[in-house]
């Protein structure tokens, strides 16, 4: 059976439904414009947190939300007249509130938060030694605070405790005189909330005090504050990573724009060969193919900042952990690429970056032993990582995560705790069927990072980390091609490597080779590729896209996922081809050339809404014919 999933097919599709049209009850929204949360673009349209969100809800209610602008000079004016306007009844709800006992007797708030505010620390980019990993280790900080009675930040101080950081608080009267301090260098950090987001060459290096946001309704609004609560209960079963996604979106601190500074420019062109310690076997992030060829998220990631930067690597590649201690031994190397932390030890002569990646650690067990029991079994364990599960009983050490995981799959061990990335490449690669991947109940995670030797100061630490910050956008594309595709197709070597006494049988049977082998490794590639979609719809939840089947025999299209819903309300598209809907020569084309397709297409949503995806539509070949193509929309 010929095959195509995409996403393409379903973008065009879309365009072809009609909604039906109904009477929408109109409810006026406060609309005090706020950097983030509530804003209107340079040609006047509305934008923002708090709109994105109101939009998303309409589609769970008959509402029609209509947006009362304020927009004086004076932000904290405009957010005062909006709040006298929905308690007299003038508007009918507001976002952005927190909730406060006090103000009970005015509004009704909502039942649940629709996001959540954190105060943070801000360092400049330059400040390469403070980071989101060293902030932890340091004993002492100054910290700028807005506060003009000097009255010390108690939230700060309990973060402090905590973690046994002793901050001596410095006040300013105003945000403008505390950012002076901070780029003048009289403050290590300052506090503000990532509410705000700081243009320029800053970072964030601490979260603390979490605070919700709710909306509210004039007061006695009961029917209104009712159709709220359970519209933004059934988004939030529908999408429970909504939330996070827009505020990834508007309060993150990505600093795409890279530039260096004069002294970073100077290590620049006094270094301009970087050498850099690999330890493989550990695809996705960092391995060899078939061919001898370097390659992972980690080494992708290297070469991007390198053509920021005009930095070139050199990569020393070790396949073992021991070849590794070797390579290190030998010479001093400026970085070590794909470090983690927690769970490994990396020398005190380096300093970590901040982390590009992370990911669970999970249990990966072969189908002879119990998960619920695993106290006295034997265990594959990583040289190099420290974490060895909460039950221990035999434990062997191999050289790289992949002889980790070949030996739970060869039932050389019981089971291996393996990062998560790397236990779905290697389950997918080696398509086995004898081994389970578990989560870890307790949600223990891997960051990855690089490590940078000291003896560069901060100046090399500090071009990595503002590399990586300039990648973050494109960090969601790296880990797609790097973890989806499997690229070695099943064969006749493998079959004899891993099918000895099939082989064996077939040489004895002259006459019934040539069908047994073709039956076989028909069967074998029909596993490959069912295994691959099922890892690409494993990818799909990592990265939140849409998948959609199309069966060329018989010209349909199924819609899967809860991103299908949001593009077309039916589950199927029948004689899509045939039909000649929208979209259909670019399938027409992939299938005929075995060509991959990316475009970036401006797409009707359900609701009437319109928005920006990038479309991949990537052909998955068999020995004989094209059988499918999987694509992702981002």
């Known amino acids: 059976?010929?095959?195509?999933?995409?996403?393409?097919?379903?973008?065009?599709?879309?365009?072809?439904?009609?909604?039906?049209?109904?009477?929408?009850?109109?409810?006026?929204?406060?609309?005090?414009?706020?950097?983030?949360?509530?804003?209107?673009?340079?040609?006047?349209?509305?934008?923002?947190?708090?709109?994105?969100?109101?939009?998303?809800?309409?589609?769970?209610?008959?509402?029609?939300?209509?947006?009362?602008?304020?927009?004086?000079?004076?932000?904290?004016?405009?957010?005062?007249?909006?709040?006298?306007?929905v308690a007299k009844g003038k508007v009918d709800i507001m976002g952005g509130m927190v909730y406060s006992e006090s103000m009970t007797d005015t509004y009704d708030y909502t039942a649940t938060n629709y996001g959540t505010s954190n105060m943070v620390l801000y360092v400049t980019s330059d400040k390469a030694e403070l980071n989101e990993t060293s902030i932890y280790s340091a004993k002492e900080l100054t910290a700028g605070v807005v506060s003009t009675k000097k009255v010390e930040?108690?939230?700060?101080?309990?973060?402090?405790?905590?973690?046994?950081?002793?901050?001596?608080?410095?006040?300013?009267?105003?945000?403008?005189?505390?950012?002076?301090?901070?780029?003048?260098?009289?403050?290590?950090?300052?506090?503000?909330?990532?509410?705000?987001?700081?243009?320029?060459?800053?970072?964030?290096?601490?979260?603390?005090f979490p605070r919700s946001f709710y909306f509210v309704t004039t007061k006695?609004?009961?029917?209104?504050?009712?159709?709220?609560?359970?519209?933004?209960?059934?988004?939030?079963?529908?999408?429970?990573?909504?939330?996070?996604?827009?505020?990834?979106?508007?309060?993150?601190?990505?600093?795409?724009?890279?530039?260096?500074?004069?002294?970073?420019?100077?290590?620049?062109?006094?270094?301009?060969?970087?050498?850099?310690?690999?330890?493989?076997?550990?695809?996705?992030?960092?391995?060899?193919?078939?061919?001898?060829?370097?390659?992972?998220?980690?080494?992708?990631?290297?070469?991007?900042?390198?053509?920021l930067s005009g930095l070139k690597f050199h990569y020393d590649y070790a396949e073992t952990y021991d070849e590794y201690q070797e390579l290190l031994a030998k010479k001093t190397y400026l970085i070590q690429a794909g470090v983690t932390y927690p769970y490994s030890d990396w020398s005190q002569d380096y300093s970590l970056s901040k982390s590009f990646l992370e990911a669970n650690m999970s249990l990966v067990i072969n189908d002879k032993v119990s998960s619920s029991d695993l106290k006295g079994k034997k265990q594959a364990s990583i040289k190099g990582l420290q974490y060895n599960g909460e039950f221990q009983g035999e434990i062997e050490y191999y050289e790289s995560t992949l002889e980790a995981f070949k030996a739970v799959m060869n039932q050389d061990a019981d089971y291996a705790y393996i990062n998560s990335y790397i236990a779905e490449f290697y389950n997918s690669y080696f398509q086995s069927n004898d081994i389970s991947i578990l989560p870890q109940e307790k949600n223990h995670k891997q960051n990855i990072c690089f490590s940078i030797h000291k003896s560069t100061g901060t100046t090399l630490l500090s071009i990595i980390n503002k590399g990586i910050d300039a990648s973050s956008y494109k960090m969601q594309?790296?880990?797609?091609?790097?973890?989806?595709?499997?690229?070695?197709?099943?064969?006749?070597?493998?079959?004899?490597?891993?099918?000895?006494?099939?082989?064996?049988?077939t040489i004895t049977i002259i006459l019934g080779l040539s069908v047994f082998f073709r039956y076989y490794m028909n069967k074998k590639n029909s596993k490959k590729i069912l295994r691959e979609y099922e890892r690409f719809q494993q990818i799909s939840d990592l990265s939140k896209d849409c998948f959609i089947e199309y069966n060329v025999k018989s010209d349909c299209l199924t819609l899967s996922g809860g991103g299908a819903k949001l593009i077309y309300p039916e589950s199927t598209y029948e004689q899509y081809i045939e039909k000649k809907a929208i979209g259909y020569e670019q399938v027409e084309r992939c299938i005929q050339t075995h060509k991959g397709i990316v475009v970036e297409e401006y797409v009707s949503f359900v609701d009437g809404s319109r928005h920006w995806l990038k479309i991949i539509l990537q052909p998955i070949l068999d020995g004989n014919v094209t059988q499918r193509h999987q694509q992702k929309a981002a």
């Open 220 to 307: 006695g609004k009961t029917s209104l504050i009712s159709k709220l609560n359970s519209a933004m209960m059934d988004l939030n079963k529908e999408q429970p990573n909504f939330m996070s996604e827009l505020h990834e979106e508007y309060f993150s601190m990505k600093n795409v724009e890279f530039n260096l500074t004069e002294l970073e420019e100077k290590f620049v062109k006094d270094n301009p060969v970087i050498d850099v310690a690999v330890l493989g076997g550990r695809a996705p992030y960092q391995s060899k193919d078939n061919n001898g060829k370097l390659n992972g998220i980690t080494i992708e990631l290297l070469d991007n900042i390198g053509k």
């Open 153 to 208: 930040n108690k939230n700060l101080t309990e973060f402090g405790e905590t973690n046994g950081i002793k901050f001596k608080q410095v006040f300013y009267s105003n945000i403008e005189d505390m950012i002076k301090g901070l780029q003048a260098g009289k403050i290590d950090a300052m506090v503000g909330t990532d509410l705000f987001i700081l243009s320029g060459n800053y970072r964030i290096i601490a979260k603390f």
């Open 1 to 85: 059976m010929r095959k195509v999933i995409t996403t393409l097919i379903c973008c065009f599709v879309l365009l072809l439904n009609t909604i039906p049209i109904q009477a929408k009850e109109k409810i006026k929204v406060a609309f005090p414009i706020q950097p983030g949360l509530t804003e209107l673009t340079q040609d006047g349209e509305f934008t923002g947190y708090t709109y994105d969100y109101l939009k998303e809800l309409e589609r769970f209610t008959n509402f029609e939300f209509e947006f009362v602008v304020y927009d004086k000079e004076d932000v904290n004016d405009n957010i005062v007249e909006a709040m006298d306007d």
């Open 477 to 505: 594309d790296i880990i797609f091609r790097n973890a989806t595709y499997v690229k070695d197709n099943t064969s006749f070597s493998d079959y004899v490597k891993n099918n000895p006494e099939q082989f064996l049988l």
